[in-house]
């Protein structure tokens, strides 16, 4: 995600107005980049794309260009997360507590999948050994 992205996410989530629907599809968009309605509604679900007309008049994403769809050979919107209306100067948000709990815990999963992983390849080589 860069660094315009987080910035935008920022914003977005101190914003009251929001639901999960268009907290989803304005994700999606700065992870991802832009694109068609067709193409939100097919990642998100059928009704993602009703979402993109309500963040435009909130001013959080916008059309970034029009193109023929291949598919139909009607005219399409891509559309994007609204950059222009972004204050540069928002911090980045820090890493919540419980999100570097969670690194922590899957760390520790590895090793021990590892660590059984390793025993299981002991024991496979000393039956080998009485065979």
Same mark, same amino acid.
């Given at each position: 995600?860069?660094?315009?992205?987080?910035?935008?996410?920022?914003?977005?989530?101190?914003?009251?107005?929001?639901?999960?629907?268009?907290?989803?599809?304005?994700?999606?968009?700065?992870?991802?980049?832009? &694109?068609?309605?067709?193409?939100?509604? +097919?990642?998100?679900?059928?009704?993602?794309?009703? $979402?993109?007309? =309500? *963040? @435009?008049?909130?001013?959080?994403?916008?059309?970034?260009?029009?193109?023929?769809?291949?598919?139909?050979?009607?005219?399409?919107?891509?559309?994007?997360?609204?950059?222009?209306?972004?204050?540069?100067?928002?911090?980045?948000?820090?890493?919540?507590?419980? &999100?570097?709990?969670?690194?922590?815990? +899957?760390?520790?999963?590895?090793?021990?999948?590892? $660590?059984?992983? =390793? *025993? @299981?390849?002991?024991?496979?080589?000393?039956?080998?050994?009485?065979?």
């Amino acid at each position: 995600m860069n660094i315009n992205s987080r910035i935008a996410w920022h914003k977005f989530k101190e914003d009251k107005r929001l639901t999960k629907a268009r907290k989803e599809v304005f994700l999606w968009l700065c992870i991802n980049g832009a &694109a068609t309605a067709r193409t939100l509604d +097919e990642k998100l679900g059928d009704s993602a794309h009703k $979402r993109l007309s =309500e *963040l @435009e008049r909130m001013r959080f994403v916008k059309v970034v260009k029009n193109v023929i769809c291949p598919t139909t050979g009607h005219q399409v919107a891509y559309w994007d997360v609204d950059k222009d209306a972004i204050p540069v100067d928002l911090p980045r948000p820090a890493k919540s507590k419980q &999100a570097e709990r969670i690194q922590e815990l +899957e760390a520790e999963v590895a090793a021990l999948r590892a $660590r059984v992983w =390793e *025993l @299981e390849a002991g024991q496979r080589a000393g039956q080998l050994t009485f065979l």
